[in-house]
Nanobody
Framework: QAQLVESGGGLVQAGGSLTLSCTAS????????VAWYRQAPGKERELVAR????GNTNYGRGQCTISKDDAKNTAYLQMNSLKVEDTAVYYCNARIYGRDNNYWGQGTQVTVSS
């Protein structure tokens, strides 16, 4: 059974950094486009970063880097210069475009204090 588990969220002061992890099981993350989304209270879920299997990336937020370690079957999101408005639940997504393979993690809370 394919599963994604996020970790690394928590409370951080504004201006700080945080690295989120997304560990996959029951699937080979190397075959997937991986993305991080976030959803703040009362707002829609939005893209933070996406990493295609080609190595190309899309970023919806600056000051962050998405990466993947195929050997660990884990994706990462490093965020720097965090702001209070970055407070949200962050979700990992892995999908293969054109196929039904589309998985979400349960989310990890990131809270940035002023």
């Amino acid at each position: 059974q394919a599963q994604l588990v996020e970790s690394g969220g928590g409370l951080v002061q504004a201006g700080g950094s945080l690295t989120l992890s997304c560990t996959a099981s029951g699937m080979n993350l190397r075959l997937y486009t991986v993305a991080w989304y976030r959803q703040a209270p009362g707002k829609e879920r939005e893209l933070v970063a996406r990493l295609y299997t080609s190595g190309n990336t899309n970023y919806g937020r600056g000051q962050c880097t998405i990466s993947k370690d195929d050997a660990k079957n884990t994706a990462y999101l490093q965020m720097n210069s965090l702001k209070v408005e970055d407070t949200a639940v962050y979700y990992c997504n892995a999908r293969i475009y054109g196929r039904d393979n589309n998985y979400w993690g349960q989310g990890t809370q990131v809270t940035v204090s002023s």
